[in-house]
């Protein structure tokens, strides 16, 4: 079955930029989607299909995929993003979803 | 406003079932599929499988075959999970969640709140 992989955490200074990996063999060939969660709270999409925002969600969340890793850019850093963050892909091979371990993003 | 809104925890033993229901509210709920997930303490996020309310057609992860059965009620909005033969490691939070409108590869915009199940004797 398809793996995913993630850094499991970011310390990252208000005002400044974190960047979150997820990694998976030839992730580049897949669609990737990007979770907020933060903690005592449902799951909140923040980026879609690679680099996609759903409406509400700030342009200071980027996200980009190419070859063997997928990226969440979160520009100028705010205390309100201190949270857990998951990607996610559907595997073609077994037509599964498949989420990433997490990424928990500290703010300094 | 889209909502979710599952039912409360639940504790049960060993070998017994489980059914999770999650009501939806604020869209058409014929035109979104819902998705179950799963988060046990301190893992991934495993995905469970999905139902299309329009037709009552479902897919689900193969390690949940036999033990997951997915319905859903359009008289009341409301989707089901049911899992059978309960083991301690299915202790979870289970997550009931909207497929995005458009979406290609499955992912989901709306989550509802969380049911916490424990597998305890």
């Known amino acids: 079955s398809y793996v995913l992989t993630q850094p499991p955490s970011v310390s990252v200074a208000p005002g400044q930029t974190a960047t979150i990996t997820c990694g998976g063999n030839?992730?580049?060939?897949?669609?990737v989607h990007w979770y907020q969660q933060r903690p005592g709270q449902a799951p909140v999409l923040v980026v879609y299909d690679d680099g996609d925002r759903p409406s509400g969600i700030p342009e200071r969340f980027s996200g980009s995929n190419s070859a063997n890793t997928a990226t969440l850019t979160i520009s100028r850093v705010e205390g309100a993003d201190e949270a857990d963050y998951f990607c996610?892909?559907?595997?073609?091979?077994?037509?599964?979803?498949?989420f990433g371990p997490g990424t928990q993003v500290s703010v300094l | 406003q889209v909502q979710l809104v599952q039912s409360g925890a639940e504790v049960k033993k060993p070998g017994a079932s489980v059914k999770v229901s999650c009501k939806t509210s604020g869209y058409s709920f014929n035109d979104h599929s819902v998705h179950w997930v799963r988060q046990a303490p301190g893992l991934a996020f495993e995905w469970m499988g999905w139902i299309n309310p329009d037709n009552g057609g479902t897919k689900y992860a193969r390690k949940f075959q036999g033990r997951v059965t997915m319905t859903g009620d359009t008289s009341i909005s409301t989707v089901y999970m049911e899992m059978t033969s309960l083991r301690s490691d299915d202790t979870a939070v289970y997550y009931c969640?909207?497929?995005?409108?458009?979406?290609?590869?499955?992912?989901?915009?709306?989550w509802g709140q969380g049911t916490l199940v424990t597998v305890s004797p």
């Open positions: 969640a909207r497929e995005r409108a458009g979406a290609t590869t499955g992912e989901v915009d709306c």
């Open positions: 996610q892909v559907w595997d073609s091979d077994s037509d599964h979803q498949v």
């Open positions: 030839d992730i580049g060939g897949k669609v």
